[in-house]
């Protein structure tokens, strides 16, 4: 299970969660319709919450998520990772990161992003 807290402020996208999966070599491309689902709770009125998803092709990675070192936020300040890759990506695994699901590889880490979805208290 993920948890991440984070202060008021932080500017940019915060990781929420995330799922380590071993694709089956058998896997067809151009699968659609993938459902991801969880719970938000919220106990402030007027405070929104936005998300989106994305995925990412990695030809080595781990199960243990505390050795994926997982960048909490996007913001460079706010965390231990002081660089730009978007929150989410895991820095101990860029190195294994190749083009496939929603992402191009490169320096895509996460994937392309999905539309943004939201709710407001």
């Not at 998803?53 to 300040?77: E, H, Q």
Request: proline share 6%; net charge positive.
């Amino acid at each position: 299970m993920w948890v991440t807290t984070v202060p008021s402020g932080i500017k940019g996208n915060t990781f929420l969660s995330g799922l380590s999966y071993l694709v089956p070599a058998n896997l067809p491309g151009g699968i659609k319709n993938v459902t991801w689902s969880g719970t938000i709770s919220i106990d402030t009125p007027g405070v929104s919450v936005n998300w989106q998803w994305g995925a990412a092709v990695y030809t080595n990675f781990s199960t243990a998520y505390n050795a994926l070192g997982v960048k909490p936020v996007d913001d460079k300040t706010a965390s231990q990772y002081k660089n730009s890759d978007h929150a989410g990506t895991p820095e101990n695994f860029k190195p294994f990161v190749i083009g496939g699901a929603t992402g191009g590889g490169g320096n895509n880490y996460t994937g392309g992003l999905s539309g943004t979805a939201s709710v407001c208290r």
